[in-house]
């Protein structure tokens, strides 16, 4: 099944391959990540799943969502998730309008972002 890949150190969002309904190896494995999270961003309950504790690496790289508070740092692999029963599928969105969703950004603009937010707990 087609899979979206987002990687920010090449500034591309290509369609890859993965497995049928893949599990939680299959997304680490297509990431190159020992742990993953995952992040439903739209009303289709497509899910970015990006590293765990990627905020904590040096020399990062980072994309911005629309209408979304945060940039994520690293890449991440977009699959489409089935309500009723949770299984993992082909991304409902599409490529080109993902596309138009991301912007790329370097490690400055991201912190300058986090800088100007107020977070009141």
């Given at each position: 099944?087609?899979?979206?890949?987002?990687?920010?150190?090449?500034?591309?969002?290509d369609?890859?391959?993965?497995?049928?309904?893949?599990?939680?190896?299959?997304?680490k494995?297509l990431?190159?990540?020992?742990r993953v999270?995952?992040?439903v961003?739209?009303?289709?309950?497509?899910?970015?799943?990006?590293?765990d504790?990627?905020?904590?690496?040096?020399?990062?790289?980072?994309?911005?969502?629309e209408?979304k508070?945060?940039?994520?740092?690293?890449?991440?692999?977009?699959?489409?998730?089935?309500?009723?029963?949770?299984?993992?599928?082909?991304?409902?969105?599409h490529?080109?309008?993902?596309?138009?969703?991301?912007?790329?950004?370097?490690p400055?603009?991201?912190?300058?972002?986090?800088?100007?937010q107020?977070?009141d707990?």
């Amino acid at each position: 099944m087609k899979a979206f890949l987002i990687d920010p150190s090449q500034r591309t969002i290509d369609s890859v391959l993965a497995p049928e309904n893949p599990s939680l190896e299959d997304i680490k494995n297509l990431l190159g990540f020992e742990r993953v999270e995952g992040v439903v961003f739209n009303s289709q309950w497509d899910t970015l799943f990006v590293e765990d504790e990627g905020l904590y690496k040096e020399e990062q790289t980072f994309f911005v969502l629309e209408h979304k508070a945060d940039p994520v740092p690293g890449k991440a692999l977009c699959l489409g998730t089935v309500i009723d029963t949770g299984e993992l599928t082909s991304p409902w969105i599409h490529l080109d309008y993902l596309k138009r969703l991301i912007t790329f950004v370097t490690p400055e603009e991201a912190y300058e972002h986090w800088e100007k937010q107020s977070y009141d707990f």
